[in-house]
């Protein structure tokens, strides 16, 4: 089963509205990254929060980390049509020897 | 700004078919990663390395072979392609591991026909 999940398969927006995609995860961790993918690219990295940080902030992104529930948080800001792509979570943890674990995603439509 | 190349970008080939994906990296990183990504499944780990003639087996290595014949050079090594290899591959890298970012290529799509 897997270690880290986002909560949603799928959500749209209106350009300028915010939004927040959220993530569950289910051991202990040193760090979870927010990672975002667009069509036809590979993930790239946006944000990185250890396991000893509660917020981190990114331009239009924010990310909260909350050991004690086990979840994560990405929020955006004054979304725009190119931030349209899948929010994935992964977690750095041990489950017999150490892996980063990455979530299914949650594809975010930013509609015009 | 760190630079992983894929190629090819696509490959199609019948079962049974050998087919080797190349990634390079130029950022000096120690360490590489085969992941394949499915619709449902996310990112899954096939093989990884911690430098040039190590290996390491991931959560789905069968079917699967891997060489890192330099710091920069990792290859994903599929002898006897079955239909149910059809997928998108990413290689990465990172300098320190696990809980550091990982940089990715552009992906191969491979179909299996």
């Known amino acids: 089963s897997q270690l880290a999940e986002e909560n949603l398969w799928a959500l749209s927006v209106h350009e300028g509205e915010s939004v927040t995609v959220n993530c569950s995860y289910k051991?202990?961790?040193?760090?979870l990254q927010w990672y975002r993918q667009k069509s036809g690219e590979g993930p790239a990295q946006l944000i990185l929060?250890?396991?000893?940080?509660r917020e981190k902030r990114n331009g239009r992104l924010r990310a909260t980390l909350d050991t004690s529930s086990q979840s994560s948080s990405l929020s955006i800001t004054a979304t725009r049509c190119e931030d349209t792509a899948v929010y994935f979570c992964?977690?750095?943890?041990?489950?017999?020897?150490?892996?980063?674990?990455f979530g299914s995603g949650t594809q975010l439509t930013v509609m015009p | 700004e760190a630079a992983v190349t894929q190629s090819p970008r696509n490959k199609v080939t019948v079962t049974g078919g050998n087919v080797t994906l190349s990634c390079r990296q130029t950022?000096?990183?120690?360490?590489m990663y085969w992941y394949r990504q499915d619709t449902g499944h996310g990112l899954r780990l096939i093989h990884y390395?911690?430098?040039?003639?190590?290996?390491q087996i991931g959560d789905v290595p069968d079917g699967y072979k891997a060489t890192r014949t330099t710091q920069e050079d990792f290859f994903l090594l599929l002898e006897l392609a079955s239909p149910s290899q059809t997928s998108l591959y990413f290689c990465?890298?990172?300098?320190?591991?696990?809980?550091?970012?990982?940089?990715f290529g552009s992906g191969t799509r491979l179909t299996v026909l």
């Open positions: 990465a890298s990172t300098a320190g591991g696990w809980a550091e970012t990982l940089y």
């Open positions: 051991t202990s961790i040193t760090a």
């Open positions: 929060i250890r396991s000893n940080e």
């Open positions: 992964a977690t750095a943890a041990s489950s017999g020897s150490w892996q980063l674990i």
């Open positions: 950022n000096s990183h120690n360490y």
């Open positions: 390395s911690y430098g040039a003639g190590n290996l």
